[in-house]
């Protein structure tokens, strides 16, 4: 079965697959952030040519000034000599952002945002690692992968970091964002940068990275869909380039947003700086909702309104905080932490394959080819529906050069109904998920398996707090109590 994609996909897929000469010379010679609708060739200045670009009034001076190039020029090499494209990347940001907001930036640089270095360890430690790294940067490169961790390094510089600050996101609609500071203070829509206004960053920016089966994604109550197309809806015939439709990648299942969101806060009432601030501690619920009388406010919108605790939120309004006065909260609330309660639904993916190959069989992969990654979607949509191969290279998210071979994603099972609940190595009861039930396998170009779904240490589940807040039910005990000592079981 063999099928000639359209020519506007073909074009799409040069640019994904394609070798990047290096990173450095992508940010400084291309422009990706600067599409703007073009003016009339030969008249001096940016403006000439980028008339539509608009700047907030803080930001009110010369395009060179951030960018470099000439702005004196009236053709477009000379204008465009030196320039940097995306001068808020973290290799640049020191330079430009930093000129004005040298401490934020230097603080934002160390934050977790940029480092990632919690989500990177957590793997590194499943397969192996002794030493934690500081920075993703840091994340080694060994090619081709001789060791069980060198072969995770390369899927998390490959397959999973590919939205993060170093990156502009990957090629669905929703998810292309800017780079560094741009990547939260600017606002991008079908993958083009719909303002240069800086501006406090909203959910549509949070979601950019948040999204897929992460925090944040269930806040607003969205559960990813299986990767097999008999398993996604609404369902469509199957017919090459089907993803500008789906603009996170893959379709979602709706279920309960959490109940702040139903209230109307957004990610940054409770996140207040966590972009910023390397060293701020991470909110809680009882951060609001544990609030005495005589204490001050934790967060800084959180303020009395007589004698009513309430939160100031995005939008201005003023909502009534309900303070803790179940006897619950009294006596399990040092043992139990809240979202045991109160969490209605939470990931649970488990296990996850993920195999590096450099000899596919594209048509075993046929009900496969959404993965959540539009680079690999679009090899895998050319090589199994037209008698050419294309070159099996991937992008690294980090550097954005190019190696050998693709990460391709499979589940054993995808599940939200059963929450797990067990009692974490400090001794409290918290949700876990099988955030780290990792299964690597490598196929050389040879076709041999190098390594055969390796698993790492222990069974892969780590805490998390589900961002899917309810009430908490007359069940709540029914949760947790198998896992209280059977004379505090008993008293109920």
């Known amino acids: 079965m063999k099928r000639l994609l359209p020519i506007p996909l073909v074009i799409l897929c040069l640019f994904a697959v394609c070798p ?44 060179e000034i951030c960018h470099r190039g000439d702005s004196t020029a009236t053709d477009q090499e000379t204008a465009h000599r030196d320039l940097l494209a995306q001068p808020a990347h973290p290799h640049f940001m020191q330079q430009t952002c930093g000129k004005c907001h040298q401490q934020v930036v230097q603080s934002a640089q160390h934050s977790l945002h940029f480092t ?108 990813e869909h299986d990767f097999n197309w008999e398993y996604r809806t609404p369902y469509t015939m199957k017919t090459p380039s089907r993803y500008p439709q789906r603009p996170y990648g893959v379709e979602y299942h709706d279920l309960v947003p959490d109940i702040h969101q139903q209230r109307g806060l957004v990610c940054t009432d409770c996140h207040r700086q966590s972009g910023h601030n390397a060293h701020q501690p991470k909110p809680s619920c009882r951060s609001c909702h544990g609030w005495q009388s005589g204490q001050n406010p934790a967060l800084a919108n959180l303020q009395l309104v007589g004698i009513q605790l309430t939160l100031k939120g995005s939008d201005g309004r003023q909502h009534p905080v309900p303070l803790l006065r179940h006897p619950a909260h009294e006596k399990y609330g040092k043992q139990v932490e809240c979202q045991v309660c109160h969490g209605q639904w939470s990931f649970n993916d488990s296990p996850v394959h993920l195999m590096r ?98 698993s790492g240490q222990g069974a892969g589940k780590l805490p998390y707090v589900p961002h899917t807040t309810g009430h908490a039910g007359l069940l709540y005990l029914d949760r947790f109590q198998h896992l209280l000592p059977s004379s505090q079981a008993q008293d109920r």
Request: proline residues 4%; aromatic residues 8%.
């Open 116 to 223: 990632l270095k919690n989500e990177v360890n957590q793997v590194r430690r499943q397969f192996g690692a002794s030493q934690d790294l500081d920075n993703v940067e840091d994340v080694p490169i060994q090619e081709p992968p001789q060791t069980v961790l060198a072969l995770a390094d390369d899927m998390l510089r490959r397959r999973c970091l590919r939205c993060h600050p170093y990156s502009s996101g990957d090629g669905y609609s929703a998810v292309v964002h800017g780079t560094g500071c741009a990547s939260c203070h600017l606002v991008w829509k079908n993958r083009q940068m719909e303002s240069h206004q800086f501006q406090k960053p909203k959910d549509r920016q949070c979601l950019s990275c948040h999204y897929g089966n992460y925090v944040g994604w269930d806040y607003y109550g969205r559960y």
């Open 357 to 454: 190959s450099e000899d596919v069989d594209y048509e075993k992969w046929e009900w496969l080819t959404v993965q959540g990654s539009s680079e690999v979607e679009t090899l895998l949509e050319h090589n199994t529906y037209n008698s050419d191969e294309w070159p099996l290279t991937m992008r690294d998210g980090v550097s954005g050069l190019s190696r050998p071979g693709i990460w391709l994603k499979g589940f054993g099972q995808r599940r939200w109904e059963q929450m797990l609940i067990e009692r974490d190595k400090d001794g409290i009861i918290k949700v876990f998920r099988p955030i780290v039930d990792l299964h690597l396998t490598m196929v050389d170009e040879k076709g041999e398996v190098r390594f055969d779904s390796i």
């Open 20 to 63: 990047k000469s290096g990173l450095l010379a992508e940010l400084v010679q291309k422009t990706p952030e600067m599409n703007q609708e073009q003016g009339t060739a030969g008249k001096s200045g940016c403006m000439g040519c980028h008339p539509t670009v608009h700047l907030d009034k803080t930001h009110q001076f010369a395009c």
